[in-house]
């Protein structure tokens, strides 16, 4: 059973370039029905309850992806050093467990009320207030005053929301460094995926609400590797997620007909090989299972 996750963060997306017009992908009445759920993000029983749980596989996938990438440990701060651009970040579900971890992470979502409820959570841990900083603002706004800052980009249940993706990856490629990783997690699109995650998720079960959702706005694997490759990025995993909603745990599947994870890297300069060879997907799959 495969529960199709739900995140409320609807980003404008169009980059500020001299030959196209701006236009938004931000659905006021979107807005207005999502900011009615702001105030949940922390109700682990509530609406998020499939996020959270999320967090038991997709942490331990970025820590590991990234230490296997990296020659640097810090004991008890494994990702110290790492500056981490939380995309989407609602009430700061995955930023936190990320700062824990040791980087100084930095979250945007265009939702003024999310962004509020964030910072009231981050503020009860003197160590998390210290290592995030939250805005209210989409990606495109801030390309300018972080061009290739971040060392990390993770946009976790947002491509399906968006209404350029196109656009959407450009502007991550310009804000990352070169040879920095990029993770998305998102939803396929295939006939399972609209019977499971709106039919029976949404219109039958009301596990997410009704409307969170547009099957069309589904994005399949194939689809956006192509994009990231095509961007200057070099796809090393994708990997298959499964909610179990007897459990409501989430583990890692070969299918990626439902949802699934990706991990790209930005080019680095001419001749350079990726840092991600040093581990197989396999290997990194594995360690991500068991981590935690």
């Not at 491509?159 to 990029?182: M, N, R, W, Y």
């Not at 990706?262 to 991600?276: D, E, I, L, M, Y």
Request: charge should be negative.
């Amino acid at each position: 059973i495969s529960l199709m996750t739900i995140h409320l963060s609807l980003f404008r997306l169009t980059a500020k370039r001299p030959f196209s017009t701006s236009r938004s992908s931000v659905d006021s009445e979107e807005i207005k029905k999502f900011q009615l759920l702001a105030h949940k993000w922390w109700d682990e029983e509530g609406e998020y309850a499939a996020l959270h749980s999320m967090n038991d596989i997709r942490v331990p996938f970025i820590r590991d992806t990234l230490l296997s990438m990296s020659h640097n440990y810090h004991l008890g701060n494994p990702l110290s050093g790492v500056k981490i651009l939380d995309v989407g970040c609602g009430g700061g579900l995955l930023s936190e467990p990320l700062a824990r971890l040791g980087a100084s992470v930095t979250g945007i979502d265009p939702l003024e009320d999310n962004i509020r409820t964030a910072d009231q959570h981050k503020s009860f841990d003197p160590v998390l207030a210290k290592r995030i900083q939250y805005k209210s603002s989409s990606l495109e706004e801030i390309v300018e005053e972080s061009m290739e800052t971040f060392d990390v980009i993770v946009a976790s249940e947002v491509v399906e929301h968006v209404a350029d993706l196109e656009t959407f990856i450009k502007c991550c490629s310009q804000v990352l460094k070169p040879e920095g990783s990029l993770f998305i997690t998102t939803i396929n699109k295939t006939q399972l995926s609209y019977i499971l995650g709106i039919v029976v998720a949404e219109k039958i079960m009301g596990i997410v609400p009704e409307g969170t959702h547009e099957w069309e706005k589904f994005v399949p694997p194939e689809e956006l590797e192509h994009l990231l490759e095509s961007n200057g990025f070099s796809v090393k995993t994708v990997n298959g997620m499964l909610y179990n909603l007897l459990w409501g745990s989430w583990s890692w599947m070969e299918s990626t007909s439902l949802n699934y994870a990706v991990h790209a890297v930005k080019s680095g300069a001419p001749g350079q090989s990726g840092p991600t060879d040093a581990l197989s997907e396999t290997d990194i799959q594995q360690r991500s299972a068991t981590a935690g």
